[in-house]
């Protein structure tokens, strides 16, 4: 009597039958020329995506591994942005009112625009959600010298989102490079973005200088800020540097410089040194 053959079982057969379309549409990519027809390129592209499935992660699931103690470590300091800044108690509070002189900037950029885009960006002026809401560690600082405040944020974001807030931050110069603001005590205010450089940092940056002009108690205002975010992995930090007399462009590529180097520090697992006064 002859002796049954065990049964193999299906998920067996199925995982040899994917091995064998992997290893075979592998070899079919790498010997190809330029006369492979579409049907052999797709099915070398299925199997590629196949692979990649099995050994990757997608970029939304890879965490930051800052920390909240490890964001602290990461803010900048006086000493990083030279002059005469003086750090604030709490630069959260500038949201609510951000008084220089006898303007409440706070108020100023507080109105509505039609454009969507436009309006996120100038919700998110002295606001800790320019690249959206953190989904891990976050830590704010602030500083002012005279009429100019500097606010200054280290964060850890969902990944995914976090491309496409640096997506949407690319394409404000165009979307939203002249648009009207209403509402609020200020009137009508006339809004310009324009893309600005960055110092080379980190994996990929983003520049832009806003310009608010309108009337504040009657007499002429026109505010005027640099907005930056330099993005590393699933992290990233934001500066908004500027005021009624202009934005410093110097100060804000020393705090994006510098900045970028902390956070480095801290992600290698190193607590920043001291930034030594009269750095350049």
């Given at each position: 009597m002859t002796t049954p053959r065990p049964l193999v079982r299906p998920a067996r057969v199925l995982a040899a039958a994917l091995a064998a379309g992997t290893l075979f549409a592998t070899a079919a990519c790498s010997g190809s020329d330029s006369?492979?027809?579409p049907e052999s390129d797709a099915s070398s592209t299925v199997a590629e995506r196949g692979l990649a499935a099995q050994?990757?992660?997608?970029?939304?699931?890879?965490?930051?591994?800052?920390?909240?103690?490890?964001?602290?470590?990461?803010?900048?300091?006086?000493?990083d942005i030279e002059d005469d800044w003086t750090q604030v108690r709490d630069p959260r509070e500038w949201r609510d009112t951000l008084l220089v002189g006898s303007v409440d900037v706070?108020?100023?950029?507080?109105?509505?625009?039609?454009?969507?885009?436009?309006?996120?960006?100038?919700?998110?002026?002295?606001?800790?959600?320019?690249?959206?809401?953190?989904?891990?560690?976050?830590?704010?600082?602030?500083?002012?010298?005279?009429?100019?405040?500097?606010?200054?944020?280290?964060?850890?974001?969902?990944?995914?989102?976090?491309?496409?807030?640096?997506?949407?931050?690319s394409e404000l110069p165009d979307t939203c490079?002249?648009?009207?603001?209403?509402?609020?005590?200020a009137g009508e205010r006339t809004v310009q973005v324009?893309?600005?450089?960055?110092?080379?940092?980190?994996?990929?940056?983003?520049g832009l200088t806003v310009?608010?002009?309108?009337?504040?108690?009657?007499?002429?205002?026109?505010?005027?800020?640099?907005?930056?975010?330099?993005?590393?992995?699933?992290?990233?930090?934001?500066?908004?540097?500027?005021g009624l007399d202009g934005a410093d462009h110097d100060t804000t590529s020393a705090a994006v410089e510098q900045g970028?180097?902390?956070?480095?520090?801290?992600?290698?697992?190193?607590?920043?040194?001291?930034?030594?006064s009269g750095i350049n």
């Open positions: 006369s492979a027809s050994t990757t992660s997608p970029a939304s699931e890879s965490p930051s591994d800052l920390s909240e103690e490890g964001a602290r470590n990461a803010l900048i300091t006086p000493a706070a108020a100023f950029v507080d109105g509505q625009s039609d454009v969507r885009d436009c309006q996120r960006l100038v919700d998110a002026l002295f606001d800790e959600t320019l690249l959206g809401k953190p989904t891990g560690a976050s830590a704010v600082t602030g500083f002012q010298q005279g009429d100019s405040r500097l606010l200054y944020q280290v964060a850890a974001y969902d990944k995914a989102e976090l491309d496409d807030s640096m997506q949407w931050l490079d002249q648009f009207t603001l209403t509402g609020g005590d324009i893309e600005t450089s960055l110092p080379q940092a980190g994996d990929n940056r983003q310009t608010v002009k309108g009337e504040s108690s009657g007499d002429p205002v026109t505010l005027s800020l640099d907005v930056a975010a330099v993005q590393m992995g699933a992290d990233a930090i934001t500066v908004t540097n500027g970028t180097q902390r956070l480095q520090e801290v992600l290698a697992g190193r607590t920043p040194s001291p930034t030594p």
